[in-house]
């Protein structure tokens, strides 16, 4: 992808391009958009990702629509709260950056220093204003700064505000902006407190979150249900119905197998509708709406449909086939334990697909528990395959010696199908 693709204007494009910079970050690519579009944002990530610009340069351009920047008194229209006054001075340096082409003007206060240059600045007027919260109270209470026609709100580091004890003056500035805006919340880490902050703040909020690279959420529970092949929508149908899921993400390598799976699953009795590429935008986007509305309990996705989906909350995803690149797995997980929910990732593994799931525990580093439901295990005659680079075995499917094959640190449970069924499964 290229910044060219993003929506930017040619002035913003011209200051990225004068930076160096030719491809976005993922978060730059993931948010840009959703800011354009005017939504609020909920942005998971920490500092190094590039989430400045990620911000900034959507920002500057909005602000450029909105059009009152030739007003000779200029109302702050963006206002960026940061929790220190290194960042507050960051972040002013890249709206100065990407704004050079830009008729407008920016301010950045934050206490330490005097206050009479800020005063100053503040009344010739300024369109974007970095502050942190202290000094900008200062300004407020001197009636320097007027943020009644602020247009953009963006917390920067929220995590770092909140842990810094800020809270109660972002109250107090929130209390003082109009209730029309938009906000764009970055946070490194999802605490219950800035749930709580952004739950009164923030409006359906696009979620944008970066992982690091190749690291599974904590968040995320996994486990492998080893399943023969043939047996697999069943063993669906039954997690789904058994557990009574409302909204599961589930995962397909084909386009073919998607809408073959939400076929078979609506025949079931289960709500379902399939997303891919072959779908037209409008199809997609009816789909989504229907899922998120919960109209329909499962979204059956390849892993291309899935990587623009902006899905809050979404409490499980399950791997139907495990993808044929273990990162896609990975990314695949992500879409579930966001913004410091739980959630839980499920993946039917037929005998076939041991060698992919084999790559996929070699990228994590660690084995993914088994959860066997004796009613849905493969054929026994079927021979065990090796996993884990011999360091252990698959239990052979249907055998009745659950110990044989097992590696050192496997954790194994067995469930009949009326529900769990204790078993002597675990063993270090
Ligand atoms: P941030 O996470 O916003 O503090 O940015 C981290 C660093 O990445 C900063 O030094 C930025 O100048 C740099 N940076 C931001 N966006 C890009 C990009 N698209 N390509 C290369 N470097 C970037």
């Known amino acids: 992808m290229s910044f060219d693709s993003l929506g930017l204007s040619a002035e913003l494009l011209r200051a990225v391009s004068d930076k160096g910079y030719s491809t976005p970050t993922p978060i730059q690519s993931q948010a840009i958009p959703h800011i354009l579009a005017g939504s609020d944002l909920m942005g998971g990530a920490q500092t190094g990702t590039g989430k400045t610009a990620g911000f900034t340069l959507p920002l500057l351009h909005r602000l450029t629509l909105s059009g009152r920047a030739s007003h000779a008194r200029r109302p ?32 950045v206060i934050f206490g330490g220093v005097k206050i009479n240059p800020q005063l100053q600045k503040l009344r010739a ?30 917390l920067d580091e929220a995590d770092r505000m909140l842990d810094m ?30 749930k709580q902050l952004s739950k009164g703040l923030l409006h359906s909020p696009a979620l944008v979150e970066v992982a690091r690279h190749n690291t599974a959420s904590e968040r995320v529970s996994q486990v492998i249900h080893p399943v023969d092949s043939h047996r697999k929508r069943e063993l669906l ?30 025949t079931d009795g289960i709500s379902a509708t399939a997303i891919h590429g072959n779908k037209s935008q409008g199809a997609r986007t009816r789909a989504l709406a229907d899922f998120k509305s919960g109209k329909v309990r499962v979204l059956v996705a390849t892993d291309i449909a899935a990587r623009g989906l902006d899905i809050n909350q979404l409490p499980h995803v399950i791997n139907y086939e495990l993808p044929n690149v273990a990162e896609d797995y990975v990314h695949r997980i992500g879409r579930t334990g966001r913004a410091g929910n739980e959630g839980q990732a499920l993946s039917l593994v037929c005998i076939d697909e041991l060698k992919l ?57 067995h469930h009949s199908r009326g529900g769990k069924r204790s078993h002597a499964a675990h063993r270090s």
Request: hydrophobic share 40%; glycine share 6%.
């Open 237 to 266: 149908s039954h997690l789904i119905g058994s557990n009574n899921w409302r909204q599961v993400l589930v995962f397909n390598r084909t386009k073919h197998s998607c809408n073959r799976l939400a076929e078979q699953l609506t």
């Open 165 to 194: 004890g800020f809270i109660r003056d972002i109250r107090k500035i929130l209390a003082l902006l109009p209730k029309q805006k938009q906000t764009l919340l970055f946070s490194a880490t999802f605490s219950d407190e800035i």
């Open 125 to 154: 007027g300024v369109d974007i204003l970095v502050a942190t919260p202290g000094r900008l109270l200062d300004h407020i209470g001197q009636k320097s700064v007027d943020l009644s026609q602020v247009e953009i709100l963006v």
């Open 357 to 413: 799931l084999n790559d996929i525990e070699r990228l994590l580093k660690r084995e993914i528990p088994r959860v066997i439901f004796d009613d849905f295990l493969p054929d026994p005659s079927i021979k065990a395959v090796p996993i884990n680079n011999g360091r252990g075995t698959n239990r052979r499917p249907g055998g009745r010696d659950h110990s044989a094959n097992r590696a050192a640190n496997d954790n194994r449970t």
């Open 76 to 107: 702050v229209r963006a206002l960026v709260l940061t929790p220190t006054r290194e960042l507050a001075a960051q972040v002013g340096e890249s709206v100065v950056v990407y704004g050079k082409y830009l008729p407008l003007r920016s301010a």
